[in-house]
């Protein structure tokens, strides 16, 4: 599993190489995203940027359906439509955890 830092040094590394291989400079991409060339450049070096900076330049370069695609789009299952009558579920709940002093074993029993 990869950290959260690879992660946006190879989101940065992908954009650069999309970048040139459609002959685009940094300076023509960051004004067309409507941020600054240090920005983009920080992007593209993977250093921490903010979710609005990646749309903007995903979006320029035509990414954007690439981007929802790839997050599941999270539909409740039809058989959980059907025991909820319809109605989409607001929040999530914690699952109940097994009762650990429930569990008996031999050396629960009571001293007489």
């Known amino acids: 599993m990869k950290t959260s830092r690879q992660i946006e040094t190879e989101i940065g590394s992908r954009l650069a190489r999309l970048r040139l291989s459609r002959n685009v400079t940094q300076s023509m991409l960051a004004e067309d ?3 600054s060339v240090r920005t983009l450049r920080r992007l593209e070096a993977g250093e921490p940027s903010t ?3 990646f749309l903007r330049v995903a979006l320029t370069l035509d990414l954007g359906d690439a981007v929802l695609s790839a ?3 999270g539909q409740i299952r039809p058989i959980e439509r059907v ?3 319809g109605s989409e579920r607001q929040r999530a709940r914690p ?3 097994e009762d650990q ?3 008996w074993t031999w050396d ?3 001293d007489d």
């Open 33 to 35: 995203a409507g941020i």
């Open 51 to 53: 979710l609005d900076t």
């Open 71 to 73: 997050i599941p789009t």
């Open 83 to 85: 025991s909820r009558a």
């Open 95 to 97: 699952q109940p955890q």
């Open 101 to 103: 002093d429930a569990t």
């Open 108 to 110: 629960d029993e009571p």
